[in-house]
């Protein structure tokens, strides 16, 4: 069935120092990705969004970029601070059906 | 208003018991979408109303499950004769239009978590 999986469910990294979160989705005629943030006791908080016909989006501090080639999408975050620590999802959409993996955790070491 | 509001934020309740989740939306958007996260778990979709159509209603995991919306703002999701692996954090988001064909992300509330003993 449709599934969106991630490469890793934890990530450890320096303050300071990139984060690259990696996400795989298997849905073809997936054309609209979103990236969120959940931070304990809070819902899913929108980071950045990227169409299908585009493979690169920046934000302030996180890149999205995406490979229809290999269905892979990833999240980038630059000088990755403290503040950063959360579980990161990658969702993809088809037909306004939503599908999230199952979410990365990342933690800053300092 | 302010974001996605959902109520209770917690609820515990005996097993057989029946529930009623609320979701308060934010002004404006057409799309609700229910989903539940279980214990360090991604998230489930579970239903989706947009506008005056039909909800899709394909994640729903049994009949026991329902959910409606009035008067396309304010969304109730009710589980009868509610299971322990009921258990979990029930989550619900708006959204402007229908994702993927006008670019608008979901907007999350923070949740009800539904404890079932």
């Known amino acids: 069935g449709e599934s969106v999986g991630l490469h890793l469910p934890t990530l450890s990294v320096q303050e300071g120092d990139n984060s690259i979160i990696n996400c795989a989705y298997s849905?073809?005629?997936?054309?609209?990705f979103i990236w969120y943030k959940q931070e304990s006791g809070k819902g899913p908080q929108f980071i950045i969004d990227?169409?299908?016909?585009?493979d690169k989006r920046q934000g302030q501090r996180v890149t999205v970029l995406l490979n229809k080639t290999v269905k892979h999408l990833s999240l980038q975050i630059a000088a990755t601070q403290p503040g950063d620590s959360a579980v990161y999802f990658c969702?993809?959409?088809?037909?306004?059906?939503?599908?999230f993996g199952s979410g990365t955790r990342l933690s800053i070491r300092p | 208003g302010a974001g996605v509001s959902q109520s209770p934020s917690n609820k515990v309740t005996e097993k057989g018991k029946d529930v009623e989740l609320r979701c308060d939306p934010i002004?404006?958007?057409?799309?609700l979408y229910w989903y539940r996260q279980s214990l360090g778990q991604g998230l489930e979709f579970l239903i989706y109303?947009?506008?005056?159509?039909?909800?899709?209603k394909s994640g729903l995991p049994s009949d026991r499950f329902s959910a409606e919306r009035t008067g396309g703002s304010v969304s109730t999701l009710t589980i009868q004769r509610t299971q322990q692996e009921d258990s979990a954090v029930y989550l619900c988001?708006?959204?402007?239009?229908?994702?993927?064909?006008?670019?608008?992300?979901?907007?999350f509330g923070n949740g009800t978590r539904l404890t079932v003993t």
């Open positions: 988001a708006s959204s402007l239009g229908r994702t993927g064909v006008y670019n608008s992300p979901l907007h």
């Open positions: 002004s404006g958007h057409t799309a």
């Open positions: 109303f947009q506008g005056n159509s039909a909800p899709d």
């Open positions: 969702a993809s959409s088809s037909a306004s059906k939503i599908i």
């Open positions: 849905n073809s005629a997936s054309d609209y």
């Open positions: 990227i169409r299908s016909n585009m």
